[in-house]
């Protein structure tokens, strides 16, 4: 929301008027970096999004046409048909089709790699299958979270969300109408064309999106490996002590990801797994019934489950097998349906069943946030989030097109920034918001300190950069 103007502030106070020249610098500055960022954000969002919903995440919507019959084969004889498809392999997951007229999908590792094989449900035919993690979705996916470059990329990413966040407060800001009235700034009516047009539409877009962008930063953000992964989720997770006499593994639920896109509710990523081997928990399975991938597909009909959900089967002699069905692997539209459980692979006991209402608050809060985040809940869904990424594209656009129009025809290698007001007094307000955004995002903090050092001690004492960013 860059602006050049004062918009009637020419009677404002002195320093209230520095103040305003302040926070526009600001964003400018942050502007600079988040854009490209944002733009990328959307770009490849709008890709996973459209994939997810007409292929699904993993392939798994493929075989439409999969003719329905009356008699279901076996879950264990879809099985071994997949495995007859990659020798020597091991089933990791069982996807369970959400219609009548689609294939099983079973996910099995081997050799290192995640192959996927959709099997007809009523011959036992292998339809296709495919590398996990090899698609488009996938393509977009890597850039999405880590810009094909691992950690690096993923902090690049989170120190760009924390500064979307100092975007949206300078911005609004500088959008609050000052000399001129509400239908103006809420309508984008400004007169005159050219770079006039391009900053109403950047106000009020910017305006009506503030609150949505928030949400998307503070949602997506949950899955990166500072702010989301060790400062906001270690201390969201389930506590496992809920599980009573529960024997625990040393495995955490993330672990059942298996790379790639997660399918592992974020309120339980870093929750220990529980262990196979005792007579823990609750009758899931009748004593003497042997635990087999079809007792365990019986357990979830009595349990409840409908619809699409995935079967997680046991890794080694403690492995327990997995019923869950939730929002994070786009199982759901709703996520108060989100439910794990874990059954013990000898006994057939219940060892664990943990659904939303266990999450904590801001465990819910991101349950909601993620699935709103990944267009999981319904077509509306769909279509908000699509004008949403259209919108941020508009504003990085528009935001670069303002600040070329007003560089003079011959700044040359000048950025032409907003300069920095002189005699800048000591703004409790300023220094308390700068405060709340240091300790709420950790990394942001840090760079908003080297940020105001280089700017401060460096860019103002030399000339040569004084002039290139003046």
Known sequence: MTTDTLHGRAAAPAADRRFYLAAWRWHFYAGLYVAPFLVMLAVTGLMMLYISAFSGRDGEKIAVAVPAQAHVLAVATQ???ALGAVPGGRLVEWIKPDRDDRASVFRIASEGVQKMVAVDPYTGKVLESWDRRDGWYDFADNIHGTLLIGDAGDRLIEIAAGFGIVLVITGLYLWWPRGESWANVLLARTAGNGRNRWKGLHRAVGFYISALLVVFLLSGMSWTGIWGEKFVQAWSTFPAEKWDNVPLSDDIHAAMNHGGPKNVPWALEQTPMPASGSQAGVQGIAPGTPVTIDAIDGLAARLGYQGRFRVSFPAGETGVW????DTMSNDAETPTSDRTVHVDRHTGRILADVGFADYSLAGKAMAVGIAFHEGDMGLWNIALNTLFCLAVVFMSISGLAMWWMRRP?????????????GGI???RSAMLVMLVVSLAFPLVGLTLVAVMALDLLVLARVPMLRKVFA
């Not at 025809?409 to 007001?421: K, M, N, Q, Y």
């Open 79 to 81: 099985a071994d048909a």
């Open 322 to 325: 997995t019923i869950n069905q």
């Open 409 to 421: 025809a011959r700044a040359g290698a000048r950025l032409f920034t907003p300069r920095v007001p």
């Open 425 to 427: 007094p000591h703004w």
